[in-house]
């Protein structure tokens, strides 16, 4: 069955220290989709990044960067000088191509404090 | 910019009221969902539609209908609300198949 899995409940950091925040996924599909999002405290889902499967290529945006192996079904997201602005919920969610509701399977999410 | 709009941030409803939760969004997409998000377990799948007057049940389904007369408009109804229905409640739109969702800005609902 389609599962993410984020282990990291909750992750707290002080101000410019990196951080990586993991989530393991598990589909049958072959092609499939894997989302971040950010969920600050006003409570609306940010959508961050999208990757098919057959794009195992690492991406960076900014001080965000994504790692995809599908060797280890993992699609970890590292915030690189965190800042206090980080402070969010972070949701792993995956879209499989054979779903024909399109629907999300979203990972429990992580909670990360970046103090000051 | 892709935007998606609910109608209320916060809503207190008594139990056995009929809710109506809206949410536009402006972006011409196929594609609208609602999820409802519980502590402990994450985000669920309510209903979706894939095209006008087109509605699909998601995973959690009961308790709840969904109406979609203009391609910019998904509303969620709650029938007879009930405590249990105490939740945040997230719209969401895409262009269309597995394309990205984006999401509007929740709604939390509380039923005394």
């Known amino acids: 069955a389609q599962k993410v899995t984020q282990a990291q409940t909750e992750i707290s950091v002080v101000e410019k220290e990196d951080v990586t925040l993991d989530c393991v996924y598990e589909t049958r599909d072959t092609t499939y989709y894997l989302f971040w999002y950010k969920q600050p405290p006003s409570g609306e889902l940010v959508f961050l990044i999208r990757?098919?499967?057959?794009?195992?290529q690492n991406e960076i945006s900014g001080r965000y960067s994504w790692n995809f192996q599908k060797s280890t079904s993992s699609f970890n997201f590292t915030i690189t000088a965190s800042q206090v602005v980080d402070s969010a919920v972070y949701f792993c969610a995956l879209s499989e191509e054979g779903d024909s509701s399109y629907k999300l399977i979203f990972g429990s999410g992580t909670r990360l404090l970046v103090r000051p | 910019d892709v935007k998606v709009t609910q109608s209320s941030r916060y809503l207190v409803k008594r139990t056995g009221e009929k809710v109506f939760l809206e949410c536009v969004q402006d972006?011409?997409?196929?594609?609208m969902f609602w999820y409802r998000q519980d502590p402990g377990l994450g985000l669920r799948l309510i209903y979706f539609s894939y095209d006008v007057k087109m509605k699909e049940k998601g995973d959690i389904p009961e308790g709840y209908s969904v109406s979609r007369e203009k391609k910019e408009r998904f509303s969620l109804i709650l029938e007879s609300a009930s405590t249990n229905q105490t939740s945040m409640y997230l719209c969401?739109?895409?262009?269309?198949?597995?394309?990205?969702?984006?999401f509007g800005p929740g709604t939390r609902l509380l039923v005394l």
């Open positions: 990757r098919n499967s057959f794009d195992e």
């Open positions: 972006m011409d997409h196929e594609n």
């Open positions: 969401a739109s895409s262009l269309t198949g597995q394309e990205t969702q984006y």
